[in-house]
């Protein structure tokens, strides 16, 4: 390609101002026929603002759509005519977003939708009523109404879109700790791997199957973060806001501790990161997966790690296929138990 590079921009927050239609215009018009000399009124009534939807399809990956095309709006309704003829309801406009998202009033910084299954359609904004129109307005003391009213504006707002990636685990580390190697290797998943910091600029999510149980659990590889992400430092909250929904937590820490690092100090900066950003982070079940076991030092690192971790700890290996197993069946788990917990209070 001539040398030319090119990069993948995954939007996951836009702002959008979004508009319903407004009401067609009621009609004032009387009859006017051969035999009717004194015709009555007829004007007809204005046809109904479309409608805004926000319904989430896990075919859309992102907001790119929205980036480029920040202002939708609904059709307007029809004004009603002569005859008694109705205007015709405005088209309404169905925007599809990713599973995930949430719509906030950027005006308020409330969340006014989300939008968390495939299909889940939600009424964002309403269109305008129709005007009425002049036959609305006869009665016995009024044989010839010249009232009728315009149509209603439809609603209107300036939003924010925010993509909160939904997956069962949330995969955390620091850049290079080989999450995405993971991700790769026990799930369907394929992420870009490379021995470099930050190969994943976007969360990608994996499907961990287990056939026997009947059961799957979601896998989302979430950017490397550094310390001080609470801070929006590095990828920073733009990345840290995808953990939010997942159910369970699993930190990745390097054991053989590459450049000069230190396990246990990886683990505590991780999860203070995430205390600070949301304390209800630091809430979630978590497990901890001890990376590298096939480098040298990292037999050495892990019996010092074990002393200090008080997380279910499982070392692995993405190289040897070591400690897979144990692992996967951890998080199986750790994720149906908490499914049990969410039904068990839904009831």
Same mark, same amino acid.
């Given at each position: 390609?001539?040398?030319?590079?090119?990069?993948?921009?995954?939007?996951?927050?836009?702002?959008?101002?979004?508009?319903?239609?407004?009401?067609?215009?009621?009609?004032? =018009?009387?009859?006017?026929?051969?035999? *009717?000399?004194?015709?009555?009124?007829?004007?007809?009534?204005?046809?109904?603002?479309?409608?805004?939807?926000?319904?989430?399809?896990?075919?859309?990956?992102?907001?790119?759509?929205?980036?480029?095309?920040?202002?939708?709006?609904?059709?307007?309704?029809?004004?009603?005519?002569?005859?008694?003829?109705?205007?015709?309801?405005?088209?309404?406009? *169905?925007?599809?977003?990713?599973?995930?998202?949430?719509?906030?009033?950027?005006? %308020?910084?409330?969340?006014?939708?989300?939008?968390?299954?495939?299909?889940?359609?939600?009424?964002?904004?309403?269109?305008?009523?129709?005007?009425?129109?002049? %036959?609305?307005?006869? =009665?016995? %003391?009024?044989?010839?109404?010249?009232?009728? %009213?315009?149509?209603?504006?439809?609603?209107?707002?300036?939003?924010?879109?925010?993509?909160?990636?939904?997956?069962?685990?949330?995969?955390?580390?620091?850049?290079?700790?080989?999450?995405?190697?993971?991700?790769?290797?026990?799930?369907?998943?394929?992420?870009?791997?490379?021995?470099?910091?930050?190969?994943?600029?976007?969360?990608?999510?994996?499907?961990?199957?287990?056939? *026997?149980?009947?059961?799957?659990?979601?896998?989302?590889?979430?950017?490397?973060?550094?310390?001080?992400?609470?801070?929006?430092?590095?990828?920073?909250?733009?990345?840290?806001?995808?953990?939010?929904?997942?159910?369970?937590?699993?930190?990745?820490?390097?054991?053989?501790?590459?450049?000069?690092?230190?396990?246990?100090?990886?683990?505590?900066?991780?999860?203070?990161?995430?205390?600070?950003?949301?304390?209800?982070?630091?809430?979630?079940?978590?497990?901890?997966?001890?990376?590298?076991?096939?480098?040298?030092?990292?037999?050495?690192?892990?019996?010092?790690?074990?002393?200090?971790?008080?997380?279910?700890?499982?070392?692995? =290996?993405?190289?040897?296929?070591?400690?897979?197993?144990?692992?996967?069946?951890?998080?199986?788990?750790?994720?149906?138990?908490?499914?049990?917990? *969410?039904?068990?209070?839904?009831?």
């Amino acid at each position: 390609m001539s040398g030319r590079q090119w990069c993948c921009v995954f939007y996951d927050e836009v702002k959008v101002s979004f508009s319903a239609g407004k009401g067609g215009d009621g009609c004032f =018009s009387f009859r006017r026929a051969k035999y *009717e000399p004194k015709g009555g009124p007829d004007g007809g009534n204005g046809g109904r603002g479309g409608d805004v939807h926000i319904i989430a399809d896990e075919n859309v990956a992102d907001l790119t759509a929205y980036y480029f095309k920040p202002g939708w709006k609904a059709r307007n309704g029809e004004p009603g005519r002569g005859a008694n003829q109705y205007g015709a309801k405005g088209a309404d406009i *169905e925007l599809k977003v990713p599973v995930g998202t949430v719509v906030i009033d950027r005006e %308020t910084e409330a969340v006014v939708a989300e939008v968390t299954e495939h299909g889940e359609q939600v009424l964002l904004l309403e269109g305008g009523e129709g005007g009425k129109g002049n %036959t609305v307005f006869k =009665s016995s %003391t009024n044989q010839a109404p010249r009232e009728y %009213t315009l149509g209603n504006a439809g609603g209107a707002g300036d939003y924010r879109l925010v993509v909160k990636t939904i997956a069962d685990v949330g995969l955390i580390g620091f850049p290079n700790a080989g999450k995405s190697t993971l991700l790769n290797m026990i799930t369907n998943a394929h992420p870009k791997t490379g021995a470099y910091p930050f190969t994943t600029l976007f969360p990608t999510v994996g499907v961990l199957d287990f056939p *026997e149980e009947y059961e799957r659990v979601t896998v989302a590889d979430i950017p490397g973060l550094v310390e001080g992400a609470s801070d929006n430092r590095g990828l920073g909250h733009r990345f840290l806001k995808h953990v939010e929904r997942c159910k369970v937590l699993l930190i990745m820490v390097d054991m053989q501790g590459t450049d000069d690092r230190e396990p246990i100090g990886d683990l505590r900066v991780l999860q203070n990161e995430l205390k600070l950003y949301k304390a209800a982070l630091s809430r979630k079940p978590l497990l901890v997966a001890a990376n590298k076991m096939d480098e040298p030092d990292a037999p050495k690192n892990l019996k010092l790690f074990e002393k200090k971790c008080k997380h279910p700890l499982y070392p692995i =290996s993405c190289v040897s296929d070591e400690g897979f197993d144990a692992l996967k069946a951890a998080l199986l788990e750790a994720v149906l138990k908490v499914r049990a917990e *969410e039904s068990s209070g839904a009831e």
